[in-house]
């Protein structure tokens, strides 16, 4: 990173509550933005053209803005995942990229069981037709569901939001647990007695598919329709790490043709998810806009923690959930040597 400015500009976004903006305002010059939109699109490139650091969730940056902002050190973005920054480009720039782990892990994974209890037991479906006055008779084999407890989990990414859903699956539910992972965990399969399989081993022997990878050119189209054909027609695929780590076209394909049960979706390749896609009105969808972490308790824990990662860089007590810290490094120590 760049040396210390003589006094901190940061630009913040959505969202940050008054004892947050005014932590930061001990330390730095804060122009706060509640929303963007066309009106305030200026002013926020203005700001942001001056300013040493950039904090919030949902933070649309492209290469062009930061050709804009030549003094950008650090952002500090109120999410876990970053696929949504040009990492590349912040990488060149040696800015320094932090995130929030962690707080919202348990709060995902009970997103994620939501939506297995849903799919798997057609609640949304079913709840529906009491809504809609449709209830007029008891119950029948046609509006039957399939269990949850007893059936075969697959992890699909087994880290911090992997581990809490299998964790619910194992101890909660006696679900016998598969995962995928890049690296193997003695410790869930000690704990839970999860079995580390390859990516087709798993669809082949799931009943329930969750998806927990991060998105990056690795996981894009990971579940394609190669994927899909390797489960079990009675399976159900619940994603709710990235959209766009599941092909979605092939996925409509899977679910309107009966390749697969069901799909449990929290995240899609474009969001918000257009009133005009299949998987807005299928009956064997459930979807939802992108809750994961969308309680009271969780937002404000990861909007502190957002705050508390860019106090540390701007009172010089070094980067803390840094994502791109060894890159950082060395673009600073090239910068040195030159
Ligand atoms: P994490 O702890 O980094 O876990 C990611 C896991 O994916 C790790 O176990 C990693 O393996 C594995 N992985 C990465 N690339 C892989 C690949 N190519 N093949 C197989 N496994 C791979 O991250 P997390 O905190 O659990 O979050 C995961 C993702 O969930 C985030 O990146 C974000 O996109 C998404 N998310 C969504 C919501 C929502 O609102 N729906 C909320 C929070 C997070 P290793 O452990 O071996 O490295």
Known sequence: MAEKPQKWRVVALRRLSDAQLAALSQVAEVT????????????FLLALSKAHALIGGKLELDEA??????????????????????????????????NTPDVLTETTADTAFALIMAV??????????????????????????IDVHGKT???????????????????????PILYTSASSKPELEQRLGAQRRTLDELLAEAD??????????????FIDADALARMKPTAALVNVARGKVVDESA??????????????????????LSADS??????????TPHIG???????TAMAQLAVDNLLSVLTGHGSRNGVNEDTCQRVANAAKET
């Open 65 to 98: 803005m930061l050709e804009q902002a030549p003094q950008l050190q650090v952002v500090a973005t109120i999410s876990v995942g970053y696929d949504h920054l040009p990492l590349h480009a912040l990488n060149q720039r040696g800015i320094l990229v932090c």
């Open 153 to 175: 989990l697959g992890i699909v990414g087994a880290g911090r939001i992997g581990a809490a859903i299998a964790k619910r699956g194992a101890l909660g539910f006696g679900m």
């Open 32 to 43: 706060y933005f509640e929303d963007l939109n066309s009106s305030n699109q200026a002013d």
């Open 278 to 287: 299949p998987l807005s009105t299928m009956h064997n969808v459930v979807a």
């Open 251 to 272: 996925l409509i394909d899977a679910l309107r043709y009966s390749k697969i049960r069901a799909a449990g979706l929290d995240v899609f390749a474009q969001e918000p």
């Open 120 to 145: 798997q037991r057609r609640l949304v479906e079913l709840a529906n037709l009491v809504r809609e006055g449709d209830w007029r008779a008891h119950i029948g084999i046609e509006h039957f569901g």
């Open 293 to 299: 972490s969308a309680t009271h308790e969780t937002r």
């Open 208 to 221: 329930i598919v969750c998806l927990c990878v991060p998105y990056n050119t690795d996981t894009h189209h």
